[in-house]
Every structure is written in structure tokens, then in C-alpha cells.
């Protein structure tokens, strides 16, 4: 490997890492504070436009990793990662932002649609793990043949 293939490969495991993280970070220590230091409602409203924000960002920087890194098992996981967000931004959080506006966010609905979401949430966390996992492997492999 070259080194602007390496370089090209570093930065794009920089960019995974960094979307992993965020979003590890944010939907799993950030929400979890907002809950138990304000009350319900506001918490909700906070957590909803942090975690509306960092599925956006996470979808820009592994679709910008992939630019950068392109390979086969690399890019499916990423499309994986990338439909899985789609499937958040474009009809989970508009339905449950629906819902707590029309007052129903304790609603069976909004229980359902949240459960759905937080599984989601997490096969991504999950799916960025292994990007990450994977290109660390493979860029480790390269330098060892270097």
C-alpha cells in the first residue's frame, strides 16, 4: 500500500472512529444525565435534537470515510449503517416527534417506536464497531507487509 492509500485509510478510520464514538457517547452517557437531571419532558426534547443531530453527523462522516476507503466488505457495512440511519432520520424520529407533539408520548405507540428506535440505535453503535474493528484489522495487516 502506498502511502496516500495509507493516509486516504487512516483518515477514513479517523472518521468512523469519531462517528462511533459520538454516537456511543451521546446516546448512551449524554441521554442517559439529561433523564435523571431534568424532568421528562424537557430531557426528551434535548435527547431528541442531540441524538437527531449526531445520526446526521454519523451518516456524513462513514459516507466520507467511504470515499476515502473503498472496499467491498468496508463499503457493505457502511450501506448497512447508512440505511439503518435512514430508516431513524426519515421515519422513527419524524413519527415520534409526531407523537410528543400531539401529546401521546406516553402513548403505547410512542412506547413501541421508541423500542424500535433504542434497537436500531444500537445494531449501529454495533455496526460502526465493526467498521472501525475491521478497517483497524486490515490497516494493522498492511503495515505488517510494509
Do not use: C
Request: proline fraction near 1%; avoid cysteine.
Amino acid at each position: 500500500m502506498n502511502t496516500s492509500e495509507l493516509r486516504r485509510r487512516v483518515a477514513a478510520l479517523s472518521l468512523w472512529f469519531s462517528a462511533l464514538v459520538a454516537q456511543a457517547v451521546i446516546g448512551y452517557v449524554v441521554a442517559p444525565v439529561l433523564f435523571t437531571q431534568l424532568d421528562k419532558k424537557t430531557a426528551g426534547h434535548i435527547a431528541g435534537i442531540l441524538l437527531n443531530g449526531v445520526e446526521i453527523s454519523a451518516v456524513v462522516l462513514v459516507v466520507a470515510g467511504l470515499l476515502l476507503w473503498r472496499q467491498r466488505v468496508v463499503a457493505w457495512l457502511a450501506l448497512a449503517f447508512v440505511l439503518l440511519q435512514g430508516v431513524q432520520l426519515l421515519y422513527l424520529n419524524p413519527a415520534m416527534a409526531a407523537l410528543k407533539h400531539a401529546g401521546a408520548a406516553e402513548s403505547q405507540q410512542f412506547m413501541m417506536l421508541h423500542g424500535v428506535s433504542h434497537a436500531l440505535y444500537l445494531a449501529g453503535i454495533l455496526l460502526l464497531a465493526g467498521l472501525v474493528a475491521m478497517s483497524w484489522r486490515s490497516l494493522a495487516g498492511s503495515a505488517a507487509k510494509a
